[in-house]
């Protein structure tokens, strides 16, 4: 099983926590996460609209939260979408990494998303641990 968050790089612009994706997660067609090369990605990461958004790639904006369109209305649909079915807010992540640094939203991923029971990790879209199959009773919030 791959780490959950042992590099910064697993963090995506758009705030997402590459290692507690499904995608990432999974034993085969494993995605390497969104800042890395796109070879062996799925296609809708290689043509994520975010990803390859314009600001990004004329800026050195690591981060949507420090662009001037923040949050654009991609980030607001995602954030949208991952609120409501994973319980997950990708802008309040970004808000996270602006207010308090990086290492300190990975610490708290770290907590927020490990398993109780085997210290696996628990993935955001499924909901379970990849280690042992532990459904977590309390939100993760």
Known sequence: MPPQLNRYSLVAPCGMN?????????????CPGCRSADTDKAITVVRCKIKNCGALQRTSVKYCVDCDCFPCMNLKHLDK????????????????????????FARKEKLRWTCSECGGTICVHRGYCYGCGNKPEASHE
């Open 18 to 30: 590459c290692g507690i994706c499904m995608a990432y997660l999974r034993e085969q067609n494993r």
């Open 81 to 104: 979408r991952y609120r409501t079915k994973y319980n997950m807010s990708m802008i309040e992540n970004l808000e996270c990494i602006k207010t308090h640094g990086i290492r300190a």
